[in-house]
């Protein structure tokens, strides 16, 4: 199958615009990514939950602020929280692998 030379790869878009893998740049691009997503996860399960952000940080003893940042990906969020809010704010289990 031939290739439109005018097409690339996402990994392609990636490099060009973030850096190649394990660079600075690359790094902190990912690191934001899934940032955003864990953000995204925990929205989407509150939402679930029928609980305000408000209503889950007094569950775990936080402030409204700090999950909004979290939901919005703007807070750097620590494991121990983390469970913290899907555990014991939200009722879901986390399971972590490492490959």
């Given at each position: 199958m031939k290739r439109n030379k005018n097409i690339t790869t996402f990994e392609e878009h990636l490099a060009r615009r973030y850096g190649q893998i394990g660079s600075e740049?690359?790094?902190?691009?990912?690191?934001k990514a899934k940032s955003f997503v864990i953000g995204e996860l925990l929205k989407e399960e509150r939402l679930e939950a029928n609980l305000t952000q408000e209503e889950l940080a007094d569950k775990i003893g936080a402030k409204k602020s700090y999950i909004s940042r979290v939901e919005n990906g703007k807070s750097d969020i620590q494991l121990s929280t983390l469970f913290r809010l899907f555990e014991y704010g939200l009722g879901?289990?986390?399971n972590i692998i490492i490959e």
């Open positions: 740049q690359r790094k902190e691009f990912e690191a879901k289990r986390i």
